[in-house]
């Protein structure tokens, strides 16, 4: 968990706007994200936060503005677009494993298509991960055979079996019963301390509070408001801010 230094961000948004149809969802987002920092995006459903993170991995496309990643302006399309991908991880609220592989299989499938890696090194990067995410015994499981909070461990390791330079976590818990919540946010925890870049979208309050280094409140597609968590949930500094964490339980 770093603070922001004088070298360039690793994420550079500048200007961001984004529609769907006629219908504008981002707003001139403007927002840096420097390395080994953590920043949690929070606000109310609707506000623009699973498009941002879509934009940043290029899931979707942008209206207009500007997204730099490590130096290079995001690419369109083609190989510089798989570069991306494999240089963005992404963790979503649904797991996204793939039903029909393995867990060990899930970790190798990317490292080998995509980076050319071979097999035996990919197997045994994908053992180290899973001991990591503490599931060292469920390798020749199947998905569908794991806990919910299991699954999202494994689409954690997945993620980090591209080596990424930053991680995306669209609300990685919502779906999770609380105890699992606890070991998914357990190995988020880890990851931050372990220098991990990573942009975590999140209701978990406790995490933003405890892990974040900087919390940016979203609210009908703009950013309203960007602050370390303890000055943002002590004086949330905007009127809506208030407003959202007031319904929080
Ligand atoms: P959040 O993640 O903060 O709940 P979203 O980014 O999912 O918000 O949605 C922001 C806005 O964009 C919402 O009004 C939503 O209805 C709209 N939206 C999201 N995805 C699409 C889509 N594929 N087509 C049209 N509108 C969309
Ligand atoms: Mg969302």
């Known amino acids: 968990m770093g603070a922001p230094d004088h070298r360039p961000p690793l ?7 984004k529609h769907y149809g006629p219908t504008q969802v981002l707003h001139s987002v403007d927002l840096d994200v420097f390395a080994g920092e953590v ?14 993170c879509r934009c940043i991995n290029r899931l979707d496309s942008t209206t207009a503005g500007s997204i730099v990643v490590d130096g290079a302006p995001l690419p369109e399309e083609g190989s510089e677009l798989r570069r991306l991908r494999a240089e963005v991880g992404m963790v979503f609220q649904s797991f996204n494993l793939f039903a029909h592989l393995t867990v060990v299989q899930n970790l190798m499938l990317a ?6 890696i071979r097999l035996e090194e990919a197997r045994e990067r994908a053992y180290g991960l899973l001991e990591r995410v503490g599931l060292a015994d469920k390798a020749y499981a199947y998905p569908r055979h794991l806990s919910g909070g299991q699954q999202q461990r494994v689409a954690i390791a997945r993620a980090l079996a591209m080596e990424p330079k930053l991680l995306l976590f669209d609300e990685p818990t919502s779906a999770l019963d609380p105890e699992m919540v606890r070991e998914v946010l357990g190995v988020m925890t880890q990851l931050a301390l372990d220098g991990m870049t990573m942009i975590v979208v999140t209701h978990e309050m406790g995490f933003a509070r405890q892990v974040a280094d900087r919390v940016v409140f979203m609210d009908g597609g703009r950013i309203l408001r960007t602050a370390p968590p303890e000055e943002f949930f002590t004086a949330p500094g905007h009127p809506r801010a208030e407003a959202f964490l007031a319904t929080l339980p």
């Open 11 to 17: 994420v550079r948004i500048r200007g961001l706007d």
């Open 111 to 116: 490292p080998v298509k995509v980076r050319g």
């Open 39 to 52: 920043v949690a995006i929070v606000g109310p459903s609707g506000s623009g936060k699973s498009t941002l």
